[in-house]
C-alpha cells in the first residue's frame, strides 16, 4: 500500500482528499458524514458576513432562488433557516465539529468590511478551526475600480486577517488575474500559509420567461481541472505555501493529475454531492491503486513531479500552444 500521507497548511492528513465547503458540512451529522465518508480534513461552507450583518440581500436572493430554482444544484443550497441562524450559529458548529471528528476542520469565512473579516477570523480561531479559508469571492463590477485597487484591497484583507489570528491561513483566490503568479506570491507575503486554487464563481443566468437574472451554481466535470492544474503546476516549487487544488475532482485520475502538477491536496465538493461523501473513500482507493501500478511508493514522490520546473518541455505551460494541437488534429 503506498503511503499516501500528506501535509496541509502544517496540519499532517492521512491523505490528499479533502472536503471542500458545501453545504455538505452545514451541519455536525454532514461533518460527521463526510469524515466516515473519508474525506482526510473538511472545509466548512463559508460564514458570510452579510448573514449576520443582514446588510446584503444579495446572499438572501441566492439562497431563495436556488430553493427554488429547477437547476440541478438547487436542492444542495442550505434551507433559508440555516442562514437565519446567525454567527453564533457558526462558531458553534466549529466547536462541537472538533469535538466531533478526529480530522481538521477548517472554517470558511467571507468577508464585506475590514473589521467583520478581522473579527470573524477571530471568532473562528476561539472557536477551534485548525485553519481558516478565506473565501475571497468579489465580483468588481464598478468599471472605474482599477485592478491595482482591487488587488490591493484583497491583500490588506489577507494581512488584517493573518495578523489576527495565530492559526494558519489559506486564500481561495480568483483565476481572473492579470499575472496570478504575482498574486500568488503577495498572498503569501500577507501571510497566508495555503492557496486554494480557484474559487468558482456563481455566474448568473437569464430567466428568459420572467425575464429576470437567477443565481446558478452548477456542478462542475473533470474537464474543470485544466485551468486550476495549469497554475499548480506553474506554481509549485515558487511559492512558500501549501497548494490546495478545487475544481473538478470527480475521479482518482483527476487526484493524480493535481497532485503531479503539485498541490499537497485536492478538494472536492461537486462529485460529493453526485455519489454521496463516500465518494471520498473511493478516489483515496483510487488513488493507491493508480500509485500501485506505476510503481510509486507515496504521494511525496509524485507530488509536483509534472510542475512546470520539473517538466522536459517547460513551454508546454505557456503560450497558447494550438500549434502542435494543430499538428495533431486529424485531418479531414
Ligand atoms: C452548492 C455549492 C455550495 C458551495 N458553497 C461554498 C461555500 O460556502 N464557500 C466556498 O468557498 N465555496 C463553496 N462552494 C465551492 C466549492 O467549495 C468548490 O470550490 C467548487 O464547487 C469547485 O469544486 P468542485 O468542482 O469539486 O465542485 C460551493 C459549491 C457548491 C456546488
Redesign the pocket.
Known amino acids: 500500500m503506498p503511503d499516501l500521507r500528506t501535509t496541509y497548511l502544517g496540519l499532517p492528513l492521512a491523505h490528499p482528499v479533502v472536503a471542500?465547503?458545501?453545504?455538505l458540512s452545514h451541519d455536525l451529522d454532514g461533518i460527521r458524514r463526510l469524515e466516515d465518508g473519508g474525506a482526510s480534513a473538511i472545509?466548512l461552507?463559508?460564514l458570510f458576513e452579510e448573514q449576520i450583518e443582514r446588510e446584503n440581500a444579495a446572499m438572501a436572493t441566492l439562497a431563495a432562488a436556488g430553493a427554488d430554482s429547477t437547476g440541478e444544484?438547487s436542492s444542495?443550497?442550505p434551507p433559508m433557516e440555516a442562514f437565519a441562524a446567525g454567527p453564533g450559529a457558526y462558531f458553534d458548529l466549529v466547536r462541537r465539529a472538533r469535538q466531533a471528528v478526529g480530522v481538521p476542520v477548517i472554517a470558511?469565512l467571507?468577508g464585506l468590511t475590514a473589521t467583520g473579516w478581522v473579527d470573524y477570523a477571530q471568532l473562528m480561531h476561539q472557536a477551534g478551526a485548525s485553519a481558516i479559508?478565506l473565501?475571497l469571492?468579489h465580483i468588481p463590477a464598478d468599471p472605474l475600480a482599477s485592478g491595482r485597487d482591487v488587488e490591493q484591497r484583497y491583500a490588506d484583507t489577507v494581512a488584517a486577517v493573518c495578523g489576527a489570528v495565530p492559526i494558519p491561513v489559506a486564500v481561495?483566490l480568483s483565476p481572473f488575474f492579470s499575472a496570478t503568479g504575482e498574486m500568488a506570491r503577495r498572498f503569501v507575503a500577507a501571510g497566508a500559509r495555503g492557496l486554494?486554487l480557484f474559487?468558482?464563481f456563481y455566474q448568473p443566468d437569464f430567466d428568459l420567461d420572467q425575464l429576470e437574472v437567477t443565481p446558478t451554481?452548477e456542478?462542475?466535470s473533470s474537464a474543470?481541472i485544466r485551468l486550476p492544474l495549469l497554475w499548480l503546476a506553474i506554481l509549485h516549487g515558487r511559492v512558500e505555501a501549501s497548494l490546495a487544488a478545487?475544481?473538478?475532482?470527480?475521479t482518482a485520475a483527476d487526484v493524480a493529475k493535481y497532485l503531479l502538477a503539485g498541490a499537497d491536496v485536492t478538494?472536492?465538493?461537486?462529485?460529493?454531492?453526485k455519489h454521496g461523501p463516500s465518494h471520498a473513500s473511493a478516489l483515496v482507493a483510487g488513488l493507491a491503486a493508480w500509485l500501485d501500478s506505476k510503481g510509486f511508493a507515496s504521494v511525496a514522490q509524485i507530488k509536483g513531479a509534472m510542475s512546470q520546473q520539473r517538466v522536459a518541455d517547460p513551454t508546454a505551460f505557456e503560450r497558447a500552444n494550438y500549434m502542435k494541437v494543430l499538428q495533431s488534429w486529424p485531418r479531414r
Request: proline share 3%; hydrophobic share 40%.
Open positions: 471542500s465547503a458545501s453545504p472545509v461552507f463559508s444544484v444542495y443550497f470558511s467571507n479559508e473565501n469571492f481561495k486554494v474559487n468558482r451554481v456542478l462542475s474543470e478545487t475544481t473538478g475532482v470527480h478538494m472536492t465538493t461537486s462529485a460529493l454531492l
